[in-house]
């Protein structure tokens, strides 16, 4: 079985600065899919970002990046230019391909962000 | 256009009861998935459900149940509710069940069992 492992339960940063949430996983499987999701106090899980496995180039979406390091089995979120607003769980997930929405997530990183 | 709804937003229920909760996916979409948050942990698979049929089932008793409806809307049943059953259950739907397809959430239910 896939796990995925965040080892960091809590995270600050200060506004306007730059911060990585780290992410390692354990997967047996050559192809999937990778996603940071972000889980603000309204409880919805929001897709930040996403990378799969057979592409080389890391993902960006805007401030966020993500540093993937397959042969470590690395996946790690850099947030740049932090805002008020990016402060939230941050859950790391892992996902077989071919199986739509079954997910297995981290533990999670809570990130303040201090004005 | 409406995202993935759950229903009710927050229960309170006894030990020993029964729940349904109920989650209706984006239009459209054909796979529908739920999942078990217990405070302070992230989200745990439960079950995957896709054109009505089940896809896959996640390590948890067997009081749990679900189903899809011809509609693709979903319910998920909990027997004999335990304390250890509090928790946010999150709902996901996607279009396919196939590779490259995105998920959506939607904001879950806050079961209380008392």
């Known amino acids: 079985a896939q796990t995925v492992t965040q080892s960091q339960p809590e995270m600050s940063v200060q506004e306007a600065e730059t911060v990585t949430l780290s992410c390692t996983y354990d997967t047996s499987e050559s192809d999937y899919y990778l996603f940071w999701y972000k889980q603000p106090p309204s409880r919805q899980m929001i897709l930040v970002i996403r990378?799969?496995?057979?592409?080389?180039q890391n993902a960006t979406e805007n401030r966020f990046s993500v540093n993937f390091q397959k042969a470590a089995k690395s996946f790690s979120l850099k947030i740049s230019d932090s805002q008020l607003g990016d402060a939230a769980m941050y859950f790391c997930?892992?996902?077989?391909?071919?199986?739509?929405?079954?997910?297995?997530f981290g533990t999670g990183t809570s990130l303040t962000v201090i004005p | 256009d409406a995202g993935v709804t759950q229903s009710p937003t927050h229960l309170i229920k006894t030990r020993g009861q029964h729940v349904t909760l109920r989650c209706s996916p984006i239009s459209g979409h054909k796979s529908v998935s739920w999942y078990q948050q217990v405070l302070g942990q992230g989200p745990q698979f439960i079950f995957q459900?896709?054109?009505?049929?089940?896809?896959g089932r996640g390590n948890f008793p067997d009081r749990f149940s679900a189903r899809q409806f011809p509609n693709y809307s979903s319910e998920l049943n909990v027997n004999a509710l335990l304390l250890g059953d509090s928790a946010l259950y999150l709902c996901a739907s996607s279009l396919t069940g196939s590779r490259g397809t995105e998920a959506f959430f939607g904001q879950g239910t806050r079961l209380t069992v008392v």
């Open positions: 459900y896709y054109e009505k049929e089940e896809r």
């Open positions: 990378q799969e496995a057979y592409k080389q």
């Open positions: 997930a892992y996902r077989s391909p071919g199986t739509g929405n079954q997910f297995y």
